[in-house]
């Protein structure tokens, strides 16, 4: 009977460490930035700088402007970019040859 319940003790305390190393794997997980899979640059040193990049969160990122005062940023999932959100920003901004890259680079990321 004490062997049991000895036995029982240690299997219940072997489960509650698989449990807390599970949580803190799932945590350290969420807490990792983003990484940039793919960045577009399209810098005018007399005028505005444009810069549109994919990342690891499954987001596309468009933004512009040199100065607080005139910068902004915009952002789009992965799917939504391929069903069009962004498209025209990025053809007016960075222009149709990058709109077609990241259309391609996003095409080949294995979207789920």
């Known amino acids: ?30 807490n990792q930035e983003p990484r940039v899979v793919r960045e577009w640059i399209l810098d005018d040193p007399d005028g505005e700088l444009y810069v549109a990049f ?27 970019f391929l069903a069009g959100d962004l498209n025209e920003l ?6 149709k040859n990058v709109l077609e890259e990241m259309l391609e680079c996003l095409k080949q990321q294995n979207i789920k």
């Open 90 to 95: 990025v053809r007016r901004t960075l222009g």
């Open 54 to 80: 994919i990342t690891s969160d499954k987001k596309v990122w468009s933004t512009s402007g040199r100065y607080a005062h005139s910068s902004g940023s915009t952002s789009t999932t992965w799917s939504g």
């Open 1 to 30: 009977m004490i062997f049991y319940t000895l036995l029982s003790a240690i299997a219940s305390i072997y489960l509650c460490f698989l449990i807390l190393n599970s949580i803190k794997k799932n945590t350290e997980k969420q």
